[in-house]
């Protein structure tokens, strides 16, 4: 009697596993292409994700993703053609019926899941029916609605889970490759609230139209100059490359961290960065050194400093230096290592004193600088309080790093604050314990007179090289800029 229930018991469970393999099966593979007025889109699903909303533009390697889907699967729309006419009609400033639009594309998704629903149920039902048939010869009836019963569920989660639902706020932006700037331009076409779904649909299933000409009302930020912002490479010469196509022969900021104590053995290491920037321009961290500092001015670096630039010889310049024609001064890491005390850890934490000496030194300078650069966002704190109090009247853009999280933060309508995050992905000593994202930014900007027009924020996974971009716009007031996402961090050195 028990060994006949133990084996009616694994003849349930194969039964059921194999109804759910048809079904899963049947969404793996089954697809749909809808033309739409503007173009033509491809819908699919796959499980195994976290439940999400996928609008993916093969054509320029990005896409958006949104939550709101409740089975863990991904429910992805690709947009495949763009109507040549559409396109046309954009560049030379027409319109297109973007409400039609979206209810062609909500209808579209909706025929896709209406369908699939069927397409699972007769899957699941002849996967577990043909084992049924198999384990008991002649299927019993009970067998029969075991697969019957499964499928039926497996049709009613896709129909009443796969559906996004609720709010579809706070979208994930993201591409795959190294070609983030062209995902970043495309989405420069994109005015989006990023509240609601038929926001999005809007914006990508149009928008992506009106990348044959510039977005009305706004600066085309796509002939400005750039300049890349990073940190925190802690040895970690592997992301150098990454670095340095980022860059592609612009001016690099770098906001310290390059080593992890500063020894004259890892400056050795790390002298190849000082020819990823043109120029490369440093200011020093907590884990970086003064030999470090002297080393890297002989071989071309611009390492700025509480005193003025670091010259040959130990001798100091301008405090104020121009750099591709912007204002720029740096304010040193006041726990930076030095070589007479062994390169000790002298903490990471700024003291309240500090704090107030970085204020003093900033106060003078207001009017005469462009660009901060700082690498503990910390030390800045008591500086950035008398900024929202009394914002200044001209553009100022404060360079950190030191949290390893990419960020930007909005004082007032003229200071802002951008953070690369760890161009290192937390340093050679992490990779290990799988390391962290790869961080870092991009801000385009106007020279005369000095304006931030647009900053990148840019997270790549080391492990799959995927990548994530958002664009932030700082010649709007805060709060009409897309709010950041907040990246994906795990535990580092600091």
Same mark, same amino acid.
């Given at each position: 009697m028990a060994a006949r229930r133990v084996r009616a018991g694994l003849t349930v469970l194969l039964v059921v596993a194999a109804t759910l393999a048809g079904g899963a099966g049947a969404m793996a593979l089954f697809t749909l292409e809808r033309d739409l007025s503007v173009g033509q889109i491809h819908i699919s699903s796959d499980l195994g994700h976290e439940g999400a909303l996928?609008?993916?533009?093969?054509? $320029?390697?990005?896409? $958006?993703?949104?939550?709101?889907?409740?089975?863990?699967?991904?429910l992805s729309v690709d947009v495949r053609t763009i109507d040549r006419d559409t396109a046309?009609?954009?560049a030379e400033a027409g319109t297109v019926d973007v409400e039609a639009v979206r209810r062609e594309a909500t209808d579209a998704i909706a025929a896709y899941i209406r369908i699939l629903v069927g397409v699972v149920f007769v899957s699941a039902l002849a996967l577990g029916g043909l084992v049924a048939f198999a384990l008991r010869g002649p299927?019993?009836?009970?067998?029969?609605?075991?697969?019957?019963?499964?499928?039926?569920?497996?049709?009613?989660?896709?129909?009443?889970?796969?559906?996004?639902?609720?709010?579809?706020g706070e979208p994930e932006y993201y591409a795959h490759g190294p070609d983030i700037p062209r995902a970043l331009d495309a989405l420069e076409g994109v005015r989006s609230s990023a509240e609601r779904l038929r926001d999005e649909l809007d914006a990508q299933l149009v928008g992506v139209a009106r990348l044959v000409s510039a977005p009305g009302g706004r600066r085309d930020a796509s002939d400005l100059p750039r300049?890349?912002?990073?940190?925190?490479?802690?040895n970690n010469v592997v992301s150098l490359p990454t670095?340095?196509?980022a860059a592609r022969g612009g001016p690099l900021l770098f906001a310290g961290d390059l080593t992890d104590r500063g020894s004259p053995l890892e400056v050795s290491l790390v002298r190849r960065i000082v020819r990823a920037g043109n120029p490369f321009v440093l200011v020093?961290?907590?884990?970086?050194?003064?030999v470090l500092l002297r080393r890297l001015v002989r071989e071309g670096a611009?390492?700025?400093?509480?005193?003025?630039?670091?010259?040959?010889g130990g001798r100091r310049g301008d405090v104020v230096v121009r750099v591709a024609g912007l204002r720029i001064a740096g304010y040193d890491d006041p726990n930076m290592r030095l070589a007479r005390d062994g390169y000790a850890d002298r903490g990471a934490s700024p003291t309240p004193d500090e704090q107030e000496n970085f204020a003093l030194w900033l106060r003078p300078l207001l009017g005469k600088v462009d660009v901060v650069m700082v690498h503990d966002p910390a030390l800045a704190a008591v500086a950035l309080?008398?900024?929202?109090?009394?914002?200044?009247?001209?553009?100022?853009?404060?360079?950190?790093?030191?949290t390893h999280r990419t960020g930007l933060e909005r004082i007032g309508e003229t200071v802002a604050v951008v953070n690369g995050g760890t161009i290192g992905g937390g340093g050679s000593g992490n990779l290990a314990e799988g390391g962290q994202d790869v961080g870092l930014a991009q801000v385009a900007f106007e020279r005369r007179p000095f304006a931030p027009i647009v900053a990148d924020l840019v997270e790549i996974d080391p492990g799959t090289g995927s990548s994530r971009a958002e664009r932030h716009r700082l010649d709007v007031p805060p709060g009409d800029d897309r709010a950041a996402t907040q990246p994906r961090t795990s535990g580092g050195r600091r």
């Open positions: 996928d609008l993916y533009v093969p054509l $320029v390697d990005w896409g $958006v993703r949104f939550g709101g889907v409740r089975m863990p699967a991904r046309a009609r954009l299927p019993h009836p009970w067998t029969l609605a075991v697969a019957g019963g499964t499928a039926v569920a497996a049709a009613l989660a896709v129909a009443l889970l796969l559906p996004p639902r609720g709010d579809l300049l890349t912002v990073a940190s925190d490479l802690h670095l340095e196509r020093a961290g907590n884990h970086d050194s003064d611009i390492v700025l400093g509480t005193d003025g630039r670091l010259l040959p309080d008398e900024l929202r109090t009394d914002p200044p009247r001209q553009p100022l853009l404060f360079v950190t790093g030191h």
